[in-house]
């Protein structure tokens, strides 16, 4: 009998702790994107304002999908796994495609759009990410050069 006991406490103790891990997964499935406005100084006293739309697409089976855009459709695109742990998100970028369209006039790019068509210019690893009081569908991400609050997208 003892026997029997031993091993239903075992077997429900097994159930218990498999079903806490599933729960407890940092990994979720959301979709998001975020407007916002970067501004840039220069080293001639100069500034530029740069308008931003991003997306970011965060996949149950702890993939991504992240994309960021500037006006003259300059940005990238990139793929890979992530992780969400602590209040910090890593973006492992597998792949990677700048976005660089047609242009229409012969000027050649400006320095700082050639960098944001790189994601490897972007911070993606451990990046404070916090959800909004206001907004829990919500997620803030403080990345090392600047912050996006992105919003659900449905």
Do not use: C
Not at 3 to 13: D, E, Q, R, T, Y
Not at 77 to 98: A, R
Not at 110 to 127: C, D, F, G, I
């Amino acid at each position: 009998m003892n026997k029997i006991a031993l091993l239903a406490v075992g077997l429900s103790g097994l159930v218990t702790g498999y079903i806490t891990y599933q729960w407890s997964t940092p990994e979720i499935n959301e979709r998001f994107n975020s407007d916002t406005r970067m501004y840039v100084n220069t080293n001639f006293d100069k500034s530029h304002t740069i308008d931003i739309n991003a997306g970011l697409e965060l996949k149950v089976d702890g993939q991504f999908e992240y994309y960021l855009v500037i006006p003259k459709n300059i940005g990238f695109s990139s793929v890979g796994n992530y992780t969400l742990e602590d209040g910090l998100l890593s973006l492992n970028i597998v792949y990677s495609e700048p976005l660089l369209a047609d242009q229409e006039s012969k000027e050649p790019l400006a320095l700082y759009e050639k960098l944001v068509s790189r994601a490897e210019m972007h911070t993606t690893e451990n990046m404070l990410a916090f959800r909004p009081l206001h907004n829990d569908r919500a997620l803030v991400v403080f990345a090392e050069r600047g912050a996006f609050y992105f919003k659900p997208r449905d």
